[in-house]
Each structure stands twice: as structure tokens, then as C-alpha cells.
């Protein structure tokens, strides 16, 4: 087999592990779905769902609900994300923590875990009268400085790697987005004194959050609980909402550490 040949198929492989990540996406955000909602979700030929579904039905990815013709989520899926859990290491009351947040303020509410530079929101915490940001996905780590969560990131970090990210390009998302590397390198600077994060209407219009820091004894973030709102729900309420912020915060601290001396 030539390079050329290789290339090629690490190129076809590549394409296939994709397409299936589609179709459970796909899969995922509907509860179930049938295979032409799945093409016409992922553009993807209907032949080819259907192959795909039945690669991943094999595997315990999927299941075919027959009797109603649409494919759910497998039960593997749900080990991995038991496995993701144990590795993230997320106390169950911690969990219940942020629902109590979410309760007591009429807020969606979230657990963010940060590892380095990155962080993934691992619990969320909502209702329909308090739906969660949409999106969660696309910006949300390309783009820290837009959210509260990525900004107290950002603060966290050595100076030197906060000068590598606030060197650009830095994209705005609306037109209240903070793109200025002073006036950004200032407001980390009262978030890493502060241990608040706020972002107001920079990432979604008319929505704004607020972030609290989790940190450990030494002083290194594990990461941070938030919660996100419409405008108007913070009228009046701004010291209450950050001081309830902060207690989660400070309660989900707790937890962590003495999680961590337990072990």
C-alpha cells in the first residue's frame, strides 16, 4: 500500500467515525428518532443512516425500537457516561447542590469541571420555565472570553498563557462581547481577586450568567458553578444571585476537598 493509499484511508476512517458520532447526536437530542430525521439532521444519505444504525445497534450504541420504527440510544452509552462521572469525580452532592441553586433562584443552573485550559459542563440543572443557554456547543470553548464559565478560566491561568490567549483573534459573538485584550485583562484581574465571573449578553443576546470558582486547597481551580438567566430575572436581585452563587461555590468546594481527603 502506497503513502497515498494510507492517506486515504485514514481519511475514510476518520469520515466513518464521524458520521456515527452524527447519528447519535442526532439520536440523543430527540430521545429517539427515525432514520429519515436522522438524514435530514445530519445531510447524511438515508442508506448510509441506516448502515450506520445497524454498525452501532451491533455494538450496543443504539437500539432499534421496532414496534415505533426509531432508533434510541443503547445502554453502553450510559456505562460510558457512569465511567465519565467516576473520572470526573462529580459528588452527588454536589449535583444536588446546583439543583437546589436552580431551584432557590429560578435559574438554570450548572457544574462546570476545568481541567487546564478547557472545561466541559458536566451537570446541568433546568426546567421550561428555566431552559439551560442554547447553545452549549458551538463557541463555548472556541470562545472563553464570551462566557462566564471560560473566563474565570482564563483568570486562572500563568500571565504568560493569559497574554498568548488575549493576543487574538479574540470573536465576538454580539455586539456586547468584550474583544479589547486591556479592558478583557482588567476584568480577569477582579475575577481572579473576586471569584466571580459575569458575562452580560456576551455570548447569547438578552441572556447573562454568572460563574463562581471552585478551587482546591491550593489554590488551583477544579472549576466553577454558574447560573444563566434572561436580563429582566436579575433586576433587583444582582446581591442575592451572586451571594447564592458563591455559597454553591463554596459548598461544592467543600465537598471536593473532602472527597479528595477521604482518598
Known sequence: MTSNDTGRAAQDQGGQVARAIAVLEAVAEHGSSTARRISEATSIPLPTVYRIAQELIRSEYLVHLRTEK???LGYKLHRLAVGLHDDLGIPRSVREEVHAMHRDLGMSA????????DFVVVHVSDSPQAPRLS???FGFH????ATAFGKAGLASLAPEEQEEYLAGPLRAHTDRTLVDPGELRRQLAEIAERGIAWEHQEF???SSCLAATIKADDGMLL???AVSAPVAAYEGRLRHVEDRVRACASRAGRAYRLGAQAH
Open 70 to 72: 426509531r432508533f434510541a
Open 110 to 117: 450548572y457544574l462546570a469541571i476545568h481541567r487546564g485550559t
Open 135 to 137: 447553545p452549549l456547543g
Open 142 to 145: 472556541e470562545s472563553p472570553h
Open 204 to 206: 447569547v443576546p438578552g
Open 223 to 225: 472549576g466553577t458553578v
